[in-house]
């Protein structure tokens, strides 16, 4: 089972500021990786999949990079809506396996 | 709009049983493979079971496996978790999910979940 690491485990940010978040994969999973947003009591949502690609809805500010075991999710301009936690998935090995999570906080 | 809507939760005692339900609605339930992915409190996101578009195959995590059963009924757009020998380590909200209709096993819509408490 690979294992997805990411850090930093919180992130404080204030709002208008850039922020990057980190993950990790114990084996490479090529580009099939995915990035959620989780706030309180919430269902998660789909942001990024196969690394880069936006899924519908998801506004600019949001990027992802990275390709292997590597991989990043840069929010560019963060807004109070944004504050939350993200975690990464990859989709290469069965059974896809998250990372423990990175929670962005207001600083 | 999509919506995954899941009920059934509640708190139970070790060894007992549950069953989940979710109901679907904006979509073509059938075409979809769908999941159930759990989240203990204060923790992350782990995956439980899928199964097949017509219901026919489904996986397992090995921390469930010959515990809990995944189906589904198209008729009704609904997708079922039976959870049977219970353990404290069970506990979690249970969110369904929806795979993406794209190449790849990742989830492009999730419902909000059910917690099930598993204690005495």
């Known amino acids: 089972e690979i294992v997805m690491t990411q850090s930093p485990a919180t992130l404080s940010v204030s709002p208008g500021e850039r922020a990057t978040l980190s993950c990790r994969a114990s084996?490479?999973?090529?580009?099939?990786l995915a990035w959620y947003q989780q706030k309180p009591g919430q269902a998660p949502r789909l942001l990024i999949y196969?690394?880069?690609t936006r899924a519908t809805g998801i506004p600019a500010r949001f990027s992802g990079g990275g390709s292997g075991t590597e991989f990043s999710l840069t929010i560019s301009s963060l807004q109070s809506e944004d504050f939350a936690v993200y975690y990464c998935?990859?989709?290469?090995?069965?059974?896809?396996?998250f990372g423990q999570g990175t929670k962005v906080e207001m600083k | 709009e999509v919506q995954l809507v899941e009920s059934g939760g509640g708190l139970v005692q070790p060894g007992g049983s549950l069953r989940l339900s979710c109901a679907a609605s904006?979509?073509?339930?059938?075409?979809?493979?769908m999941h159930w992915v759990r989240q203990a409190p204060g923790k992350g996101l782990v995956w439980v079971s899928r199964?097949?578009?017509?219901?026919?195959?489904?996986t397992y995590a090995d921390s469930v496996k010959g515990r809990f059963t995944i189906s589904r009924d198209n008729a009704k757009n609904t997708l079922y978790l039976q959870m049977n020998s219970l353990r404290a380590e069970d506990t979690a909200v249970y969110h369904c999910?929806?795979?993406?209709?794209?190449?790849?096993?990742?989830?492009?819509?999730w419902g909000q979940g059910t917690l099930v408490t598993v204690s005495s």
């Open positions: 196969g690394a880069s």
């Open positions: 084996q490479s999973v090529s580009s099939n």
């Open positions: 998935q990859q989709y290469n090995n069965w059974p896809g396996t």
């Open positions: 904006g979509f073509s339930f059938s075409n979809y493979w």
């Open positions: 999910a929806r795979e993406t209709e794209r190449s790849g096993s990742y989830f492009d819509y």
């Open positions: 199964i097949n578009s017509d219901g026919i195959s489904s």
